[in-house]
């Protein structure tokens, strides 16, 4: 009994010192993660603020002596008629009369089209706290007339213009609404394709059939698939081939070619249909099986209690498998690109047949500018993008929760 207590103390000594090096290694990797997260958020908040030289093409105390934003809606459209040609005043009354104007709107024309400010110059967030006297310096030499100004990039206006040629107007309101257009469609289409998957092949599917294994093995590697060569896919079958369909002709949609949002939301949606129902088929998997058998006891049959006892309890772990998904997809870029995403666009999605823009592809083309205000812009979008994700995904598991707490679980 002696010899049995002295192997077994020698065994709970080295046990231990493994556990508390795993511990160790836990410890340092999340300590390391959590600074590289700490790193990137600076990063970016380094970019979307700091000082700006601005040079104003009319000063504003050169139009009025009141400040601009004091003024009434009638004297910034007097202000406007008389500092721009007649026939670009009659474009902005035609699409929409100055009458329905709210006085914010024709404040921004009247920034934009008579004040129009320039970006000279900006400087990072880090620069702009700690060497102000020396950025004062640089703007007297080099940029003189201009004044400076600390810019946050993240701000109602960004967040309400559209694309544009200049960085300090460009904003990513049509990036915004084609986001969630998109992400919402692939989604709608994904959603029940992968979980119907999930259920026959759990539930119904004869996994001794050699057709059934094939198709649970090409599951799993397709969820394993480089994203560019979904976007392969769509631009060859939902941008080419089906073109009368994704184009919105066989509708009576017309001036429209494939790339639309619903052939970015099927591509989308064939990328994401791995991660839902793999994920949705642990879920189910993960149901008590004395839950089945208590149902088929009651007389119930396959179907029903698969609908009202096997998908109630397994749809929390399912709707963390399509939070999973929407967190992959909302971030993608490569078949978006290949799939129709414009780089350029002004005009806000209306349907399934308008052409689009999502944020990272609005981030990629930002970033790959020789001007170095556009990387600020981007920067300020990557903000936006994250904080739509988080909101989505804040959505998702809410919902989640209250299914979960509705179970009982």
């Not at 093409?57 to 004297?75: I, N, T, W, Y």
């Not at 706290?129 to 004062?136: S, V």
């Not at 998109?182 to 057709?211: C, D, Q, T, W």
């Not at 979008?381 to 707490?405: D, E, G, P």
Request: hydrophobic letters at 50%; a positive charge.
């Amino acid at each position: 009994m002696r010899d049995a207590a002295d192997l077994t103390s020698a065994g709970i000594g080295p046990r231990h010192v493994r556990a508390r090096a795993g511990q160790a290694t836990f410890f340092l990797s999340t300590l390391f993660a959590l600074a590289a997260l700490a790193v990137l958020l600076l990063n970016i908040a380094d970019g979307a603020l700091g000082y700006v030289a601005v040079k104003n093409k009319v000063e504003p105390a050169q139009l009025s002596s009141r400040p601009l934003d004091q003024l009434s809606k009638e004297e910034l459209v007097d202000i406007l008629r008389q500092n721009i040609t007649r026939g670009v005043y009659r474009r902005y009354d035609s699409e929409k009369p100055f009458a329905e104007r709210e006085q914010g709107e024709v404040y921004e024309l009247v920034m934009e089209r008579v004040v129009s400010p320039e970006l000279l110059k900006s400087w990072p967030l880090l620069e702009s706290l700690l060497n102000r006297p020396a950025i004062e310096s640089e703007l007297a030499a080099k940029y003189p007339g201009a004044h400076l100004e600390f810019r946050s990039w993240v701000n109602p206006g960004f967040l309400t213009s559209p694309m544009s040629s200049l960085p300090g107007q460009a904003g990513v309101r049509t990036a915004i609404l084609g986001t969630i257009a998109l992400i919402v469609a692939a989604m709608a289409i994904a959603s029940p394709v992968g979980v119907g998957a999930a259920i026959y092949m759990e539930e119904f599917a004869n996994r001794k059939r050699r057709l059934n294994q094939v198709v649970e093995t090409n599951i799993n590697n397709l969820s394993g698939v480089p994203s560019i060569i979904y976007g392969m896919l769509g631009l060859v079958i939902f941008v080419r081939i089906l073109e009368p369909l994704t184009s919105g002709a066989a509708f009576g949609e017309t001036g429209n070619n494939g790339r639309t949002i619903l052939s970015g939301a099927l591509t989308m949606a064939l990328l994401l249909l791995p991660l839902i129902i793999i994920n949705a088929r642990e879920a189910i998997r993960a149901v008590p099986d004395s839950l089945r058998q208590a149902s088929y006891g009651l007389g119930a049959t396959k179907w029903q209690t698969v609908r009202h006892h096997v998908l109630p309890a397994a749809m929390p772990g399912i709707l963390t498998g399509t939070i999973l998904a929407l967190s992959r997809g909302i971030g993608e870029t490569a078949p978006l690109i290949l799939a129709g995403a414009s780089t350029f666009i002004v005009t806000d999605p209306t349907g399934l047949f308008s052409k689009y823009t999502a944020l990272p592809i609005q981030i990629y083309d930002w970033t790959s500018r020789p001007e170095a205000q556009f990387r600020n812009a981007a920067a300020a979008a990557i903000i936006v993008l994250l904080a739509l994700m988080i909101a989505l995904n804040m959505t998702a598991i809410l919902l989640r929760n209250r299914l979960s707490r509705k179970r009982g679980l």
